[in-house]
């Protein structure tokens, strides 16, 4: 009678040199080439998502998000909007990429801006208070002098400085025009309305009418 096979003989024989299927440490099988981890799946304990990756449900594009108060002013394009004028249909239904001409309205979304104060603006700018109010609020229409002034007081840039001109109908400087060409110079490099003052008068031009006798 045959005997059982004992437990040795019921082992099976290692793999030979080369096989496929090499021993793990733990006991199981790896396939070279297939069973390696995926190179974008994320290893429990080892890999964690970028800093700059969007995480599902959590994170989301900051788009046109503004950060400062300053900064959500509208930025209105006016050379892409001369390019669109020059074309055969007029750009209407999205005003908003128009100024806003009512005065009130411009001021209120200016200061909200800026975090100007009306009354501190008016102190600087050196206006009578009540004109100044008026002026701001659209009840009385001011002298071109009176608005860049104000824009003096509130370290406005040029871009911003031009909007209120053109929406408080007051023309726009023009760096052609001598008196306008040193107004310019002085909103470019931070002047306030005293250095401004000094600047003009220096320069035998006209210094800015500030309003003041209309208070009588």
Same mark, same amino acid.
């Given at each position: 009678m045959t005997a059982a096979p004992s437990d040795n003989e019921l082992r099976q024989?290692?793999?030979?040199?080369?096989?496929?299927?090499?021993?793990?440490?733990?006991? @199981?099988?790896? !396939? /070279? =080439? #297939? $069973? *390696?981890?995926?190179? @974008?799946?994320? !290893? /429990? =304990? #080892? $890999? *964690?998502p970028a800093d700059n990756v969007l995480q599902p449900g959590r994170d989301k594009p900051m788009g046109n998000v503004t950060q400062t108060g300053r900064d959500r002013f509208p930025i209105l394009d006016t050379?892409?909007?001369m390019s669109r004028l020059k074309g055969n249909e007029f750009p209407e239904g999205?005003?908003?990429n128009f100024l806003e001409t009512d005065i009130r309205d411009f001021f209120d979304e200016l200061f909200?801006?800026?975090g100007h104060s009306r009354s501190v603006v008016i102190r600087d700018a050196n206006i009578s208070r009540t004109?100044?109010?008026?002026?701001?609020?659209?009840?009385?229409?001011?002298?071109?002098d009176y608005y860049l002034?104000?824009?003096?007081?509130?370290?406005?840039?040029?871009?911003?400085?031009?909007?209120?001109?053109?929406?408080?109908?007051?023309?726009?400087?023009?760096?052609?025009?001598?008196?306008?060409?040193?107004?310019?110079?002085?909103?470019?490099?931070?002047?306030?309305?005293?250095?401004?003052?000094?600047?003009?008068?220096?320069?035998?031009l006209p210094p800015l009418d500030t309003g003041v006798e209309a208070a009588t």
């Open positions: 024989p290692a793999p030979p040199s080369g096989s496929p299927l090499i021993p793990s440490s733990g006991g @199981n099988l790896q !396939q /070279p =080439g #297939r $069973d *390696k981890p995926a190179d @974008n799946v994320p !290893q /429990p =304990g #080892r $890999d *964690k050379q892409a909007m999205d005003w908003s909200l801006a800026t004109y100044g109010y008026q002026i701001m609020d659209g009840t009385r229409i001011g002298k071109r002034s104000i824009a003096i007081a509130m370290h406005l840039d040029f871009r911003t400085t031009q909007r209120m001109l053109a929406v408080t109908a007051s023309g726009a400087l023009h760096a052609l025009i001598k008196r306008d060409a040193a107004i310019i110079f002085a909103i470019n490099h931070g002047y306030d309305s005293y250095r401004l003052y000094q600047f003009l008068t220096e320069l035998g």
